[in-house]
């Protein structure tokens, strides 16, 4: 199992900046992405960005330039960086984890239990 511990979350003025941590406690899965998702009142959770274990990073339309992602594989843990906040950025965060077990193909994804993030005006 891996469990995801989200830290990080909080309200803001729009313009301002946050930072969001996850870190993957112990486990015998290799992780091979991290990330983060995030989800508003009845709607669909979306990506915002996730990153490789190389480093290499996809980021959502909405987000990019604004927002950065970093994760530290030795410490199993991912950061957001989360600057120029708008309104839209309100949600829910989820952290986000994608791997399995080394020399398998199959792979199992698994979701922090979600940080508040409010943007105020």
């Known amino acids: 199992q891996v469990q995801l511990v989200e830290s990080g979350g909080g309200l803001m003025e729009a313009g301002g900046s946050l930072r969001l941590s996850c870190t993957a406690g112990?486990?015998?899965?290799?992780?091979?992405?991290m990330g983060w998702f995030r989800q508003s009142p009845d709607k669909q959770r979306t990506l915002v960005a996730t990153?490789?274990?190389?480093?290499?990073?996809n980021y959502a339309d909405s987000v990019t330039g604004r927002f950065t992602i970093s994760r530290d594989n030795a410490n199993n843990t991912v950061s957001l960086q989360m600057n120029n906040l708008e309104l839209e950025d309100t949600a829910v965060y989820y952290c986000?984890?994608?791997?399995?077990?080394?020399?398998?193909?199959?792979?199992?994804?698994?979701w922090g239990q979600g940080t508040q993030v409010t943007v105020s005006s």
């Open positions: 986000y984890a994608r791997g399995g077990f080394p020399g398998r193909s199959y792979q199992y994804d698994y």
């Open positions: 112990r486990t015998d899965i290799f992780i091979n992405t």
């Open positions: 990153v490789f274990r190389n480093g290499v990073a």
